[in-house]
């Protein structure tokens, strides 16, 4: 089996007396997408917090790559090859789609703390940018302005970001929230298609798209992983039927 | 040829007429006098609008860096120091460490609270100015001697300092758009709009901003320099906060989003508030209103005025 690319360890974290985050370890494999879901209140987001580095835990730890993670920023996360896709649409609006790719390519490419050049006539970020922009699709909508895409379109393009900053781990955070079924099959094609270069963090409620492109789920409720496994364990499990019962109705 | 636009046009028009003023008739001292501190006044509002409109960083303290610059001038100078080898560094370096120490500080504050911090140093430095009874206390400080060009009173000849003060502008106005275009704007551009979506592709927005910080205050020190020898006097007021609030008048009034605007915005302030008082004594009841009647109803300033009569 292949060694695990990012690795949780027991994190845990509190607010006031309510856990949170409940001695939840997972990891992701290289090449793998690796999904969690959960009913809503179960503790996702402030988990994806914590692996991010916007969100310190109160216990456990990060690896990701061999490296102790657990301490980084947001930033340096970033640096180490792990990029992420926000819940909420999180692109700039003001600055060209085109731009707002070659900011994340600018990151990877040598210091930033350069003030003679314009950035906009740099050729290899541009040329990096148009590559990862072609990737999603988005080739033909570069010249625009990014708060002028559909909704979709900027989903797509938080993945572009994503894949500027050359990640080695993709931590998407909900990629399907609000795009339209036409969307959404366009979306769930692009993602099979990285998911042979990058693992892939998914957090996703879209249940079709997590049974479709997932190699393994975990499931998590009240802030605990009450199951791992692969899509069939998952289906069958008794467990994961009961947290999702009354919520909504388990897929399959 | 990509099409010139009309702030920047406009700007370039401005800077031409300022430019030929001694030969179209403007060469009168009390023109030049004027247009000096327009000039001035428009380069230490470059400087803010690259900070806040850039880098979106609200100074309300920027008048103290410019103010530091000042009193460097005349601390130097009640010690007869007052060639320019001396008095460029030490004010370069006094602007520099005075927005390096409060921008450490403040830049780690955001929104209101940033306003409020700058604002507090700013008059930190004001009663700090007010209590320097060797250069003047309260009632400011009057130079012996402007500055001097390596042993030469170049200064004092009001055609040399009207072209001194215009050749800063441009230098301002040409180094801020250099630097917003560049590698480190599109950082600072970025966190401005949307500082989580920038730290996510892997900047930590700090550095960033607090370089921003001390370069537009050493350029608001430097103007402070020509301030100085513009007026032959230094004041504790030229820190306060009201000279402030009238940059970030200017800014606004220009337009927040372009840097042309803080041109255009300190233009037309020093043109009014030289022209007001030549019609009442209570010119301010004109000039205040005036301008809260232009932030009311000119959104994006004058460059949002103009560029919506034009579409």
Known sequence: MAEALLSVQGLCKHYGGLAVTNDVSLDVKPGEIHALIGPNGAGKTTLIHQITGTVAPDAGSVVFADKDITRFSLPRRVHAGLARSFQITSIIAGFSVLENVALAAQAKSGSSFRFFRAAHGEAA????????????????????????????????????????????????????????????????????????????LLVEHDMQAVFALADRISVLAEGRIIATGSTTEIRASAEVRAAYLGEEEMPC | MPRLRLDVALTLLVLAVLALAPFIGLGANHYLTMFARMMILAAAAVSLSFLVGGAGLASLGHAAAMGVGAYAVAILDAHRLTDITIVLPVALAAAALFSLLTGAIAIRTEGVNFIMITLAFGQMAFFTASSL?????????????????????????????????LGFLIFCWGLCAMLLASRFGRVLRAAREN???????????????????????????????????????????????????????????GGLGRLSGAILGAVVFVLLETWLPSLTAHWKMIFGPLLILAVLFMRGGLIGFLGARRG
């Open chain 2, 195 to 253: 500082p989580l979506r920038t730290q996510a592709v892997g900047f930590a927005p700090y550095p960033f901003r607090l370089l921003a910080y001390v370069t537009a205050g050493t350029l608001a020190g430097l103007a402070g320099v020509l301030f100085a020898n513009a007026t032959e006097f230094v004041a504790p007021a030229y820190m306060g906060w009201q000279r402030s609030g009238e940059l970030i008048f200017m800014v606004i009034l």
């Open chain 1, 125 to 200: 970020l541009n040329e990096a940018a148009r590559e990862a922009l072609a990737e999603v699709g988005l080739a033909d909508r570069a010249a625009i302005i990014a708060g002028a895409l559909s909704h979709g379109e900027k989903r797509a393009l938080e993945i572009a970001i994503a894949l500027a900053t050359q990640p080695r781990l993709l931590l998407l955070d909900e990629p399907l929230a609000g795009a339209g079924p036409e969307e959404t099959e366009r979306l769930i094609t692009l993602l099979r298609r990285l998911k042979s270069r990058y693992a892939i």
């Open chain 2, 133 to 165: 009874a060797a250069y003047g206390g309260d009632d400011g400080y009057t130079l012996y001697d402007r500055t001097e060009i390596f042993g030469s009173r170049l200064m004092e000849n009001r055609i040399f300092f009207h072209y001194l003060c």
